[in-house]
Antibody, heavy 118, light 113 residues
Framework: QVQLQESGPGLVKPSETLSLTCTVSGDSISNYYWSWIRQSAGKGLEWIGRIYTTGSTNYNPSLKSRVTMSVDTSKNQFSVKLTSVTAADTAVYYC????????????WGQGTTVTVSS | QSVLTQPPSASGTPGQRVTISCSGSSSHIGSNAVNWYQQLPGTAPKLLIYSNNQRPSGVPDRFSGSKSGTSASLAISGLQSEDEADYYCAAWDDSLSLNGLYVFGTGTKVTVL
């Protein structure tokens, strides 16, 4: 079955760039939307954005100026970069799959904790 | 930033029926399908209901979803101890000023008494 695995640094310094990659196994990355979601400690879920396998993106307006997503179909991976991070960006970051707009996020990674601290 | 409002908590005894509401507006719930997610403690969210009332394979039929106008509901019938979790509704927002925004509800913690 399809599995998603997030990877990247667990600690990022303030003002630097947070970079995470999600590796898809068990299925092709093609023909799906791929999202990033985050959750601060004890808080709710926040959608960061998504990318289609053609490279088309949608970003949360509240983060749009700092977010860039990319996809590498040859490696079955997609990535997110968040610039100029602050302590408010400390969270568990999840990647997830979406078949179409009304199908929901049906497969999730286990999540990776990113702490922003000097 | 969440614009989908849920009650912070809900509870019931084993076997009871629990209902969680999700209130939104015409730009999201009123225009798009509602999805529901279950998040067990310390784990990633899991898709519970998609397209308002559809259950993914493997989700027990104790869970059901509905939508009316700008509100949606998740019902858990025959509540079980393993249903103790956080539940989130979600929908796409079609506001003209946005280029697509997926919004989650504020979340509801279900406690099995």
């Amino acid at each position: 079955q399809v599995q998603l695995q997030e990877s990247g640094p667990g600690l990022v310094k303030p003002s630097e760039t947070l970079s995470l990659t999600c590796t898809v196994s068990g299925d092709s990355i093609s023909n799906y939307y791929w999202s990033w979601i985050r959750q601060s400690a004890g808080k709710g879920l926040e959608w960061i954005g998504r990318i289609y396998t053609t490279g088309s993106t949608n970003y949360n307006p509240s983060l749009k100026s700092r977010v860039t997503m990319s996809v590498d179909t040859s490696k079955n991976q997609f990535s997110v970069k968040l610039t100029s991070v602050t302590a408010a960006d400390t969270a568990v970051y999840y990647c997830a799959r979406e078949l179409r707009t009304d199908s929901g996020l049906d497969v999730w990674g286990q999540g990776t904790t990113v702490t922003v601290s000097s | 930033q969440s614009v989908l409002t849920q009650p912070p908590s809900a509870s019931g005894t084993p076997g009871q029926r629990v209902t969680i509401s999700c209130s939104g507006s015409s730009s999201h719930i009123g225009s798009n399908a509602v999805n529901w997610y279950q998040q067990l403690p310390g784990t990633a969210p899991k898709l519970l209901i998609y397209s308002n009332n559809q259950r993914p394979s493997g989700v027990p039929d104790r869970f059901s979803g509905s939508k009316s106008g700008t509100s949606a509901s998740l019902a858990i019938s025959g509540l079980q101890s393993e249903d103790e979790a956080d539940y989130y509704c979600a929908a796409w927002d079609d506001s003209l000023s946005l280029n697509g925004l997926y919004v989650f509800g504020t979340g509801t913690k279900v406690t099995v008494l």
